[in-house]
């Protein structure tokens, strides 16, 4: 078995590809119509096939259960690049505890979307201000392998 990606349940098909183009990049890699294959193996279907699909016509799209998750090298120009669209945000950017940055935001149906910081980035964020990797790996609470391992060490 091989995991191919996620779909989600969209109301309007063109202001989704539009949000997800001109917000996270992501093309349009198959058009059609009720069904919307993006890069990276997101897959967009409207609402009311999704609904038959499934056989009910109860699909609640803003739940705040899940996310989908990306990683940005640049986070402060991704957030300032954020900042031209009209983001309803679940919060703008914020440090969590190991270190990685990240924000949180709302698609046009409630969808959330993550984009954090690629970890590698973090890692040597912290080792360029002084940090050995033992430290680092403290501050993050992984093994000092991990570390090393992802840096290419």
């Given at each position: 078995m091989?995991?191919?990606?996620?779909?989600?349940?969209?109301?309007?098909?063109?202001?989704?590809?539009?949000?997800?183009?001109?917000?996270?990049?992501?093309?349009?890699?198959?058009?059609?119509?009720?069904?919307?294959m993006?890069?990276?193996?997101?897959?967009?279907?409207?609402l009311?096939?999704?609904?038959?699909?499934?056989?009910?016509?109860?699909?609640i799209?803003?739940?705040?259960?899940?996310?989908m998750?990306?990683?940005?090298?640049?986070?402060?120009?991704?957030?300032?690049?954020?900042?031209?669209?009209?983001?309803?945000?679940?919060?703008?950017?914020?440090?969590?505890?190991?270190?990685?940055?990240?924000?949180?935001?709302?698609?046009?149906?409630?969808?959330?979307?993550?984009?954090?910081?690629?970890?590698?980035?973090?890692?040597?964020?912290?080792?360029k201000?002084?940090m050995?990797?033992?430290?680092v790996?403290?501050?993050?609470?992984v093994?000092?392998?991990?570390?090393?391992?992802?840096?290419?060490?």
């Open positions: 091989k995991y191919a990606g996620t779909l989600i349940a969209v109301k309007d098909m063109e202001i989704s590809k539009r949000f997800y183009h001109d917000v996270l990049g992501l093309d349009v890699a198959a058009d059609f119509g009720a069904n919307v993006l890069d990276g193996g997101i897959f967009l279907q409207t009311d096939t999704w609904e038959l699909f499934i056989r009910t016509d109860n699909v799209l803003q739940n705040n259960a899940g996310e998750y990306f990683e940005e090298e640049d986070i402060d120009a991704f957030s300032d690049h954020l900042k031209s669209f009209e983001i309803n945000y679940v919060h703008e950017l914020l440090e969590h505890p190991w270190g990685q940055r990240v924000v949180r935001f709302y698609d046009p149906d409630g969808h959330i979307i993550e984009v954090g910081e690629m970890i590698k980035t973090v890692i040597e964020r912290f080792l201000s002084g050995t990797h033992e430290e790996a403290k501050r993050m609470d093994p000092v392998e991990y570390v090393r391992n992802v840096i290419g060490f």
